[in-house]
C-alpha cells in the first residue's frame, strides 16, 4: 500500500513535534525514519497508524484519505517497542487475537484460525513456543511473536516503532537481517522507525532523516550516507571530524585561479564547517602535500575490525579522530607520542549562516 | 576447588554481618512485635468469642434467631449488595481514566477519590442529613415527593458507598499506570472494539487487583459504623446494620448477644483477610507457569 503524508503538523501543548512534513512512500517498500529521540519519527508512525491524529494534513492509503478513519479500518500492523503483548494469553492466543476479535461474520473457523497461528509461527520460527507465555520468552522471541501477531491481521501496511530497540547488540543485528529477508519474502509496506542509523542503513529502501520534527533529507542509504544534505544529516549518520574555519582571500585567490570557483571575495570572512569521516583521513609520516595537518598521536586503539587512531592537532590543539585498516596502520607503524601528518581523502564544506 | 567455596563461603558471612544486626537485637525487635500484637490483636479477639459464647451454644445461637438480629443480618447483606458492585464499576472507570488518559482536573479527581479516607466518616453521615435531611437542602422537595432518605434505606447505602469509595479505585490506579497503554493500543491497532479491548486485554490484567479492592471495599461497607449510624435512625427491625445492632444490645447490657453478633463480623474479617492472603499470592504470579522452562535465546531455535 502506498503512503502519501501530506503537510502533517503535530503539536503537543506549545511543541511542535512534527512541522510541515510531507512524505511518499511507494507500495512494497521498506521506509526507515531515522533521528534522535524527540524528532517526531514515532509521532509520525502513531498518525500513519491512526493512534494520533494530526493537527494539520492528511494521510492517504493507497491513494484514500484516512485521516479521520478509525484505526481498525485501516488495516495497518503496528510493532511496539517493549512487544506489547498480552501478558495473560499464550503466544498462540496471542498471535490469533487479530482474527478472533473479527466480527463473526468475517472471522475464520476455529480451526483456520488454527492453522493460520501455526504457520505464522512458522515464518517467525517459533513453533515450539505456541503454548508458552510472552513472560518465559527472550525479548528477540517476545518480538517475533509481536510480528507474527501484526501479521495474522494480513495488513497492508506495517509499521515498526523501534522494533529493536530494547533488545541487545547481537539479537538486533540478527532480527533485523531476519526482517529484512522476512519483508522481500512478503512484499509488505514497511516503516520502521529508529535512532540506530547503521540499523535505518542496513534494513531500509530508504531512509528518512528527521531532526526536531523536519525532514532533513529522503534518500537510499548510500545516498544519504556519502551525500549528506546537511550538516545535521553528516553528524548524524556516523562519526566525523568537524574542523570550523573561515573562508581566506587567498583560497578564494586560489579557488580562482584554479577554475574551481567563480567566487567573489565577497565570501571572505564567511564561516565555513568542513565534515570529514574518520576513515576518508590518510596518515602519512613525513610531509607530501601543502594540505596536511601536523598532528601528534594521543591514543591508537587496536581493538575489533579497524583501528582508530586519536590525534591532537599541532596547530588548533583540536582532536582528530582517524580511522585505518589493520593493514595500512602495520604499514605506518605510528606509536603514541609521535608525529605524523594527515590529509582527507575526501571532504565536505557547508557554509555557515554568519552568527 | 575447594579453597574458592571456602573464600565465598566466608565472604557470604561477612556479608550478611554488614547488613543484619546482631541476634540479640534482632529476637529483641519480634518479641516487641508479638508483644504488640497479642495486647492489641489477639487478645481482643479472643475475648469477643470468649463473651460470645460464655451464655453457652444456645444463648450463642439464640442471638442471632431474633427478628431484629435476622433483620440486622439481611440489611448489612443488602447495603453490601447495592454498594459493592457500584463501587466496583466506578472504581474500574475512575482508574482507568486517570491510569491511561490525560485530561484536565486528574490530579483533582485523585484526590477527590482519597477524601473518603481522610474525612471522618460522622462527617460523611453528616453530609447526606445536610443534603437531604427533612431540614436539609432537599429535605422539603423529598417531603412533598414523599421520597424517604435519611433514616431509611437509600441513606444508608448513600452513606456506604461514600465511604467505600477508594478501595477498588486506589487498589487499580497504580497497577494501571504501571501496565501503561501499549496492551490496549496494540488490541485496536489488531481490530478490537472498545468493549472487545475491555474484556479480553485490560480486565484480565486487572482481575486480581480488582478481586482484592473488592474484598477490601466488601470489609468496609459491611462493618461501616460511623456514617450509617449518622443517617440510619436506629430502627430496629428496619434501619439497623449488624455494627449497629452490636451497638444497641451492648447499651442494653446484653453483653452476650452483642458479642455474638460480634463474633460474626469478626469472622467476616477473618475470612476476609484469608481471601485477602490467597488473592496476594495469585497477585504476585499473575501468570500460572505450566513448565518452567528457561527462556531460549534468541536465534538459537532456526
Known amino acids: ?30 521506509v526507515a525514519l531515522l533521528g534522535p529521540s524527540g524528532c517526531g519519527k514515532t509521532t509520525l508512525l502513531r498518525i500513519l497508524a491512526g493512534l494520533e491524529r494530526p493537527d494539520q494534513g492528511r494521510i492517504f492509503l493507497q491513494g484514500t484519505e484516512v485521516t479521520d478513519q478509525r484505526i481498525s479500518e485501516r488495516r495497518v500492523g503496528f510493532v511496539f517497542q517493549h512487544y506489547a503483548l498480552f501478558r495473560h494469553m499464550t503466544v498462540a492466543d496471542n ?79 540478527e532480527l533485523r537481517r531476519w526482517l529484512r529477508r522476512l519483508h522481500d519474502e512478503l512484499h509488505i509496506t514497511g516503516i520502521l522507525v529508529t535512532h540506530d542509523q547503521e540499523e535505518a542503513l542496513e534494513v531500509a529502501d530508504r531512509v528518512v532523516v528527521m531532526h526536531q520534527g523536519n525532514i532533513e533529507q529522503i534518500g537510499t542509504p548510500d545516498e544519504v550516507y556519502e551525500n549528506p544534505a546537511n550538516p545535521f544529516v553528516y553528524r548524524f549518520l556516523g562519526d566525523v571530524n568537524v574542523f570550523h574555519g573561515r573562508v581566506s582571500e587567498e583560497q ?62 599541532q596547530i588548533s590543539g583540536q582532536a582528530i579522530e582517524v580511522e585505518l585498516t589493520k593493514e595500512r596502520y602495520r604499514e605506518l607503524a605510528v606509536g603514541e607520542g609521535e608525529v605524523v601528518f594527515v590529509h582527507p581523502r575526501h571532504r565536505r564544506v557547508f557554509k555557515m549562516p554568519p552568527p | 576447588m575447594k579453597p574458592i567455596r571456602v573464600t ?31 495486647l492489641f490483636l489477639f487478645i481482643p479477639l479472643a475475648a469477643v468469642f470468649a463473651e460470645a459464647f460464655k451464655g453457652g451454644m444456645a444463648a450463642y445461637v439464640g442471638s442471632f434467631l431474633n427478628e431484629d438480629a435476622l433483620a440486622a443480618i439481611r440489611l448489612t447483606l443488602l447495603v453490601a449488595f447495592v454498594a459493592v458492585p457500584l463501587n466496583a464499576v466506578f472504581g474500574v472507570a475512575a482508574a482507568w481514566a486517570i491510569a491511561k488518559f490525560d485530561f484536565v482536573g ?3 479527581l485523585v484526590t477527590l477519590i482519597d477524601m473518603p479516607l481522610a474525612v471522618s466518616p460522622v462527617i460523611s453521615g453528616l453530609i447526606y442529613v445536610l443534603l437531604f435531611g427533612a431540614q436539609g437542602w432537599l429535605g422539603p422537595w423529598l417531603a412533598e415527593h414523599d421520597i424517604k432518605i435519611i433514616f431509611a434505606l437509600p441513606g ?47 480486565l484480565p490484567n486487572i482481575k486480581w487487583s480488582l478481586l482484592y479492592g473488592v474484598i477490601l471495599c466488601n470489609a468496609r461497607a459491611m462493618g461501616e459504623f460511623g456514617a450509617v449510624s449518622v443517617v440510619s435512625g436506629h430502627i430496629r427491625g428496619l434501619t439497623n446494620t449488624m455494627p449497629l445492632h452490636v451497638e444497641i444490645l451492648y447499651n442494653e447490657y446484653n453483653a452476650v448477644s452483642a458479642f455474638a453478633v460480634a463474633s460474626l463480623l469478626t469472622l467476616l474479617a477473618i475470612v476476609t483477610l484469608a481471601a485477602k492472603a490467597v488473592v496476594e499470592r495469585k497477585m504476585l504470579s499473575p501468570i500460572i507457569v505450566a513448565d518452567p522452562v528457561l527462556p531460549v535465546q534468541a536465534g538459537s531455535s532456526r
Open chain 2, 156 to 202: 444508608i447505602v448513600l452513606a456506604t458507598i461514600f465511604v467505600t469509595v477508594p478501595f477498588v479505585a486506589r487498589e487499580l490506579i497504580p497497577l494501571m499506570q504501571s501496565q501503561g497503554r501499549d496492551e490496549e493500543e496494540a488490541a485496536i491497532t489488531l481490530g478490537a472494539s472498545g468493549w472487545q479491548m475491555f474484556t479480553r486485554v485490560t
Open chain 2, 8 to 38: 565465598a563461603d566466608t565472604d557470604l558471612q561477612w556479608k550478611d554481618s554488614l547488613t543484619t544486626e546482631s541476634s540479640l537485637v534482632r529476637r529483641l525487635l519480634i518479641a516487641a512485635a508479638f508483644f504488640y500484637l497479642t
Open chain 2, 106 to 108: 486528574k490530579q483533582i
Open chain 1, 95 to 173: 498471535v490469533a487475537f487479530g482474527l478472533t476479535v473479527l466480527p463473526r461474520t468475517q472471522r475464520p473457523s476455529e480451526t483456520r484460525i488454527q492453522e493460520k497461528v501455526r504457520e505464522l509461527l512458522g515464518l517467525v520460527q517459533l513453533q515450539a513456543m505456541a503454548d508458552r507465555y510472552p513472560s518465559q520468552l527472550s525479548g528477540g522471541q517476545r518480538q517475533r511473536v509481536a510480528l507474527a501477531r501484526a501479521l495474522a491481521v494480513e495488513p497492508k501496511l506495517l509499521l515498526l516503532d523501534e522494533p529493536f530497540g530494547a533488545l541487545d547488540a547481537k539479537v538486533r543485528k
Open chain 1, 252 to 313: 578564494i585567490e586560489q579557488e580562482r585561479s584554479e577554475g574551481r570557483s567563480g567566487g567573489t571575495s565577497e565570501r571572505a570572512g564567511e564561516r565555513e564547517v568542513t565534515f570529514v569521516r574518520p576513515h576518508d583521513l590518510e596518515l602519512s609520516r613525513s610531509r607530501t602535500n601543502d594540505d596536511q595537518v601536523e598532528a601528534t598521536v594521543r591514543t591508537v586503539l587496536t581493538a575489533g575490525s579497524r583501528v582508530r587512531v586519536e590525534l591532537m592537532s
Open chain 1, 1 to 30: 500500500m502506498s503512503i502519501q503524508v501530506d503537510h502533517v503538523t503535530k503539536r503537543f501543548g506549545t511543541f511542535t513535534v512534527l512541522n510541515d512534513v510531507s512524505l511518499h512512500v511507494e507500495e512494497g517498500e521498506l
